[in-house]
């Protein structure tokens, strides 16, 4: 079983940067494609980010491309959120998500593990 943890949110101004780290355990990160996305109040959970299992490709959603970079390091078996330039819109539960399903997985029903979620607030 994977188990994924969360950490690096906050409170931030907007304007500022965080970075978010998803730690796997329980197995290797490597078999998966690793997924970011999150979810504001009343509103659906949304897609943010996606890197492929070698980590030679990335897709982001359009609303955070040029600001926001996925990277992961699988010796560490760690997934990053690099998250510049942050706006109040952007304020959410940030959750990390893997997938055994191969390309740019940006479908929330594609991933079969899920963090609990770190909380980003951008003030304004």
């Known amino acids: 079983q994977l188990q994924l943890v969360e950490s690096g949110g906050g409170l931030v101004q907007a304007g500022g940067s965080l970075r978010l780290s998803c730690a796997a355990s329980g197995r290797t990160v490597s078999s998966y494609a690793m997924g970011w996305f999150r979810q504001a109040p009343g509103k659906e959970r949304e897609f943010v980010a996606v890197?492929?299992?070698?980590?030679?490709?990335?897709y982001l959603a359009n609303s955070v491309k040029g600001r926001f970079t996925i990277s992961r390091d699988n010796a560490k078996n760690t997934v990053y959120l690099q998250m510049n330039s942050l706006k109040p819109e952007d304020t959410a539960v940030y959750y990390c998500?893997?997938?055994?399903?191969?390309?740019?997985?940006?479908?929330?029903?594609?991933?079969?593990?899920w963090g609990q979620g770190t909380q980003v607030t951008v003030s304004s």
């Open positions: 998500a893997a997938s055994s399903v191969v390309g740019a997985v940006v479908e929330r029903e594609m991933y079969a593990y």
């Open positions: 890197i492929s299992r070698s980590g030679d490709s990335a």
